[in-house]
């Protein structure tokens, strides 16, 4: 990995070991058909103060992910390490973690993600209610809870829409995701393990509301 020197001693190895991290669930996630075609992409937090940021590059194959696809950045945007280029939507991940003190950000561009954003683009949202999955989300401690997830319209001007995001997750404190219409799914964590497991438990929801939809039923 070039440049890693310029990264101060203490964060060299945290920096590693998220990478290592970031590589594992990328592999899974792409093996799950989430992340497919170079699509989505993945971040933590190395060390807060300064803000110092591992991301994935942007065009990189999340199922060939290596050490030297993980760009570590700075709060601005700016590279520290790394020699691709950031993704275009590396805005939105700053904007979760200045939000709401995310640890870990996570984006997927999967089938069910895309069919139902596309599908709740004009209602600006859907709820999901009822399922036992929903208890994978932090402070959420029964199945008998409502989660709202916000569907906003795609846009290729990720730093304004950035703005916008960072504004809606500073006044829902309850969203534990947003969507953005026939594009994905953006989730957070305090960790990387918690975005890890709210990527998977809303996944596993969009597809049971998805299926359902489809087979006719009713929410
Ligand atoms: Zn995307």
């Known amino acids: ?13 945290a920096f590693r070991e998220i990478s290592r991290r970031l590589i594992k669930i990328g592999s899974e996630f792409h093996s799950r058909g989430w992340l497919l075609g ?5 971040s933590a937090v190395v060390s807060r103060s300064p803000l110092l940021i591992a991301i994935t590059a942007s065009g990189i194959d999340k199922g060939n992910l290596t050490e030297d696809g993980i760009l570590a950045i700075e709060g601005s945007g700016n590279i520290i390490s790394g020699t691709g280029k950031p993704s275009s939507e590396t805005p939105l991940h700053i904007a979760a973690i200045m939000a709401r003190g995310a640890g870990s950000v996570i984006h997927t561009h999967s089938v069910w993600g895309t069919i139902i954003s596309t599908r709740f683009e004009k209602a600006g949202g859907f709820r999901i209610e009822g399922y036992e999955m929903l208890k994978g989300l932090d402070n959420v401690s029964s199945h008998d809870h409502t989660e709202w997830i916000p569907v906003l319209p795609n846009s290729q ?3 304004a829409l950035s703005v916008h995001i960072e504004k809606l997750l500073a006044e829902r404190e309850d ?3 947003f ?5 994905g799914l953006y989730v957070w964590g305090n960790t990387l393990d918690d975005a890890k497991r709210h990527a998977e438990a809303i ?8 299926r359902t939809l489809m087979a006719g039923g009713q929410f």
């Open 203 to 210: 996944e596993f929801l969009l597809e049971v509301y998805g």
């Open 38 to 42: 170079t699509s989505g992409n993945l």
């Open 179 to 183: 969507m953005l219409a026939g594009h």
């Open 175 to 177: 969203l534990h995701c």
């Open 157 to 159: 001007n990720m730093p």
């Open 1 to 13: 990995m070039q440049n890693l020197e310029i990264i101060v001693e203490g964060q060299r190895e």
